[in-house]
């Protein structure tokens, strides 16, 4: 039986871990945009595969993962279960802002769908990742 106040602080790390992961992506995008200005149109078609591949393989392991699994009682193991969201989640949230800066330097009329569909993706692997942290405590 899991306890209430044990709910209560791992949904606070939960939440603080999700903020963190919107706030550097934002505080990335001006590093994004700047680095990826200077490659070459003629290989945004490269850059765009690479960054696709590396999603999905991000994608792959954010849902692979689940807290069921992980001994969250256990404030190291629950700490290292944060950490391995945290960092697929700000990867999924990088990659991205890559794809559509990228895209928005070839074809900008596709920005405004680009930006929904990846910001609709992000909101799926959110709220993925609080279906699973709510999982371990159905019966709280």
């Known amino acids: 039986m899991i306890n209430r106040r044990l709910f209560e602080t791992t949904l606070k790390e939960n939440l603080v871990k999700n903020f963190l992961v919107i706030l550097l992506a934002f505080l990335f995008y ?27 393989t991000v994608c792959f392991a954010n849902f692979a993962f689940s807290y069921e699994h992980s001994n969250i ?9 944060h950490a391995s969201t945290f960092i697929f989640m700000l990867l999924i949230a990088l990659l991205l802002e890559a794809l559509v800066i990228s895209i928005n330097f070839v074809y900008p009329k596709l920005l405004g769908l680009m930006t929904v569909f990846s910001l609709l993706l992000y909101t ?10 709510f999982r371990v405590f159905k019966e709280v």
């Not at 256990?74 to 290292?80: A, K, P, S, V, W």
């Not at 799926?124 to 942290?133: E, H, I, K, P, T």
Request: no cysteine; aromatic share 16%; glycine share 8%.
């Open 30 to 56: 001006k590093t994004i945009f700047l680095g990826l200005k200077v490659v070459n149109s003629n290989n945004i078609g490269d850059f765009l595969l690479i960054v696709s591949i590396l999603l999905v």
């Open 73 to 81: 009682r256990n404030f190291g193991i629950r700490t290292l279960s």
């Open 124 to 133: 799926g692997v959110a709220l993925y990742d609080f279906w699973d942290f």
